[in-house]
Structures are given as structure tokens and as C-alpha cells.
């Protein structure tokens, strides 16, 4: 599975931004897609998952209700959107692919990840 993501930027406080994560290859086998993000200086931590179905999502108590995941089938295609964007929400962002169900808020359960896509929110 390659995964490539894209979409992230500098924006203002209270902005938003929709992150792209384009996977091909091995995809009939994903279970779940997720987002992490890595500010400097700390641990991966999970922001949001989906179902490769699109029947299921889990959010991070810290984005719950400012960021919603979704999904394309037709183009294999994971979407994060993400309003009221915070400084504390600036760090690299990665999609990954999970072929479990089962505790999808560890990076140690997905097994391909992107290179990552930079979000800055500015003060």
C-alpha cells in the first residue's frame, strides 16, 4: 500500500484546511484509515480514524467536533477536514492504513504510512 498525502499549510488561527490522503496498491485488504500528527519534541498522537466502509469514525477528544474524516471509495481517498484550527494543532500530519480493528488509537496498529503533510497555525 502507498499512501501520499497532501493539503496541508500555514493558515491563521480559526481557519481551516482539508488534508488529502491518496492510498493505491493493496488497498481491498484496509480495515481502517488513520490520521496521527507529531509535533516537535512529542510522541505521534491519533486524531482520527475511518473505516475503509465509511460506516465507522473515532475522533481525539482534542479535535472532536473541529475536524471530520472521510471517505472516496471511487478514488480511494481519505479526507481530513479541519475547522477552528488552533496553534496547538500545528505538527506534521500522517495518514496510515490499518489492516486490524483494534486499538486504532496506537501508531502500532497500522502498518503503511505517508510521508507526512505540514500544518502551521499561526497565532
Known amino acids: 500500500v502507498q499512501l501520499q498525502a497532501s493539503g496541508g499549510g500555514l493558515v491563521q488561527a480559526g481557519g481551516s484546511l482539508r488534508l488529502s490522503c491518496a492510498a493505491s496498491?493493496?488497498?481491498?485488504?484496509?480495515?481502517?484509515m488513520g490520521w496521527f500528527r507529531q509535533a516537535p519534541g512529542k510522541e505521534r498522537e491519533f486524531v482520527a480514524a475511518?473505516?475503509?466502509?465509511?460506516?465507522?469514525?473515532d475522533y481525539a477528544d482534542s479535535v472532536k467536533g473541529r475536524c471530520t474524516i472521510s471517505r472516496d471509495k471511487a478514488k480511494n481517498t481519505v479526507y481530513l477536514q479541519m475547522s477552528s484550527l488552533k496553534p496547538e494543532d500545528t505538527a506534521v500530519y500522517y495518514c496510515a492504513t490499518s489492516f486490524s480493528s483494534r486499538a486504532l488509537k496506537l501508531p502500532t496498529a497500522y502498518d503503511y504510512w505517508g510521508q507526512g503533510t505540514q500544518v502551521t497555525v499561526s497565532s
Open positions: 475511518v473505516s475503509w466502509s465509511g460506516s465507522n469514525t
Open positions: 496498491g493493496r488497498t481491498f485488504s484496509t480495515y481502517f
